[in-house]
């Protein structure tokens, strides 16, 4: 069940709807003021980022200082420790 933003057109309230169905017949009532001229939103969305990609996204002196002072830290170390240079497969989760 998707959870769509809509904005009343007549209090102006912004509010997030758990709806069974998306389709024309379903048009929903604003929950503050009752009105039924609610205006669906576009919604924001996120994604999180690989160990991988926040590692790449360091700064490359970074990297050297803490090869320099433990090279079990070492960005090539992690990546062989990890097994992160091979692309997981897709049903060991």
Not at 15 to 27: E, K, N, Q
Request: net charge positive; proline share 6%; aromatic share 8%.
């Amino acid at each position: 069940m998707p959870i769509y933003e809509y904005v009343c057109t007549h209090c102006g309230n912004a509010v997030s709807l758990l709806t069974r169905r998306a389709g024309a017949d379903t048009r929903p009532a604003c929950p503050v003021c009752g009105g039924g001229g609610l205006q669906r939103l576009v919604s924001g969305f996120a994604f999180h980022k690989s160990f991988t990609s926040k590692l790449e996204q360091l700064d490359p002196k970074y990297d050297k200082m803490v090869a320099a002072s433990n090279p079990d830290l070492s960005f090539e170390s992690l990546v062989k420790q990890y097994g992160l240079e091979r692309p997981a497969a897709g049903g060991d989760r």
